[in-house]
Nanobody, 124 residues
C-alpha cells in the first residue's frame, strides 16, 4: 500500500486548506485517517473515516472545523480544514488501518501504512 498526501501550504489564521491522500496497492480498506505532528510533539490523531460506511471520528481540537471525506472510486481521502489556527501548524499524515476495528481507530499503532506527510503552516 502506498499513500501520497498533498495540499499543504501556508495560510493565515482563519483561512482554509484542503488536503488530499491518494492510496494505491490494495483496493479494499477498513479505515483511513489523518494524523499530525508538530515540532517537538508526538504524532496525534486528527480524523478517521470508515471505508465501507460514512462513520467518522474527530479529535476534539478539530471537531466542527475539519471534515474528512472519501472517494471510494478514486481511492482517495480528503481533509477539509476551515477556521485554521496557528496551533494547527504541523506535518499532516494520512494513514491506512489494514484491520477491522469495532471502534474507529485513533491510535497511531492501529495504522500500518503512512503517507510521506504534507506541511501545513498557519500564520497568526
Amino acid at each position: 500500500v502506498q499513500l501520497q498526501a498533498s495540499g499543504g501550504g501556508l495560510v493565515q489564521a482563519g483561512g482554509s486548506l484542503r488536503l488530499s491522500c491518494a492510496a494505491s496497492g490494495r483496493t479494499f480498506r477498513y479505515h483511513m485517517g489523518w494524523f499530525r505532528q508538530a515540532p517537538g510533539k508526538e504524532r496525534e490523531f486528527v480524523a478517521v473515516i470508515k471505508w465501507s460506511a460514512s462513520n467518522t471520528r474527530y479529535a476534539a481540537s478539530v471537531r466542527g472545523r475539519f471534515t474528512i471525506s472519501k472517494d471510494v472510486d478514486k481511492n482517495t481521502i480528503d481533509l477539509q480544514m476551515n477556521s485554521l489556527k496557528p496551533e494547527d501548524t504541523a506535518v499532516y499524515y494520512c494513514a491506512d488501518a489494514p484491520r477491522p476495528h469495532v471502534h474507529l481507530p485513533t491510535d497511531p499503532s492501529d495504522y500500518e501504512y503512512w503517507g510521506q506527510g504534507t506541511l501545513v503552516t498557519v500564520s497568526s
